[in-house]
């Protein structure tokens, strides 16, 4: 199974004054084609920086990201939002709804930028609002909606496109225990439906346990990688004696 996330000896380092402060300090990753990967630890562990390393929306100081094959540490400002478009959905903890849109015009704005036809494009969104239980909300705006369904139109938003990657930063962060079993559920099944490769940020075990492994993170450095028994099962692979 090919690997779709490729990440070599990245680094990021910030400086205060005469301080440096590894964000980053030499992270190897892959991720394969199928994959639903977490990265975890608390805050200040370096999770988030990688997941945004990957979307490319900041640069490393040293070392390479190949998403599909391309250096996403090499593109410029304008291949990024080409790359994004093409290859990446997303899902935020604070949803990142547009709030005088409703639940039907957030779902389709990706397929604007896509320049889908207005007719395509709702029947597109309205298909994917079913999918996650909204077809009661379409017309809702985000105020008129519970924070778990407004991840759920998040959720359709980002896959809308069917895109091939979805990074997911604490998609749980601002949910009880049994939306976030319902939310995870939920992502879970259409990244197996549309065999997409699932990167999740996430300090949550209840979030963390979906995971075909778990990439346990600290002071910018990777401490474990935790292997599944479904990981292996997945992609037909000999489970190893360690797991470190």
């Known amino acids: 199974m090919e690997n779709v996330i490729v990440i070599k000896d990245l680094k990021k380092v910030y400086r205060m004054g005469q301080e440096k402060v590894y964000a ?14 977490c990265l975890f ?8 920086t990688l997941l945004n ?20 540490e090499k593109l410029n400002e304008k ?8 290859y990446i959905g997303f899902i935020f903890q604070s949803y990142n709804l547009l709030p ?38 379409v017309n809702h705006k985000p105020n008129q909606m519970s924070g778990g369904q407004q991840q759920r139109v998040s959720i359709a938003r980002a896959f809308v496109e069917k895109p091939e990657i979805i990074l997911a930063d604490e998609p749980t962060g601002n949910l009880d225990s049994k939306t976030t079993i319902e939310i995870m559920n939920l992502i879970s099944e259409m990244a197996e439906k549309y065999g997409q490769t699932i990167l999740i940020v996430s300090h949550d075990t209840e979030a963390a346990a979906y995971a ?8 910018g450095m990777i ?20 797991n470190a």
């Not at 980053?24 to 990967?37: F, P, Q, S, T």
């Not at 889908?116 to 909204?134: D, F, H, I, S």
């Not at 401490?223 to 692979?237: S, T």
Request: charged share 30%; hydrophobic share 35%.
């Open 24 to 37: 980053l300090n030499g992270i190897d990753l892959e991720v394969k084609k199928g994959e639903i990967c």
């Open 41 to 48: 630890g608390t805050s200040g562990s370096g999770k988030t």
């Open 53 to 72: 390393m990957v979307a490319g929306l900041e640069k490393p100081t040293k070392g390479s990201v190949i998403v599909k094959g391309i250096h996403v």
């Open 79 to 86: 291949q990024l939002a080409k790359f994004r478009q093409q």
């Open 100 to 137: 005088n849109m409703t639940a039907l015009e957030n779902v389709t704005l990706p397929l604007i930028f896509k320049g889908y036809p207005k007719k395509l494009r709702t029947r597109e969104a309205l298909k994917m609002l079913k999918a996650v239980g909204l077809e009661h909300r």
């Open 212 to 219: 075909d492994r778990i990439v346990h993170m600290r002071d």
């Open 223 to 242: 401490e474990k990688i935790e292997v599944k028994d479904k990981y292996y099962k997945k992609f037909g692979l000999k489970e190893c004696a360690s």
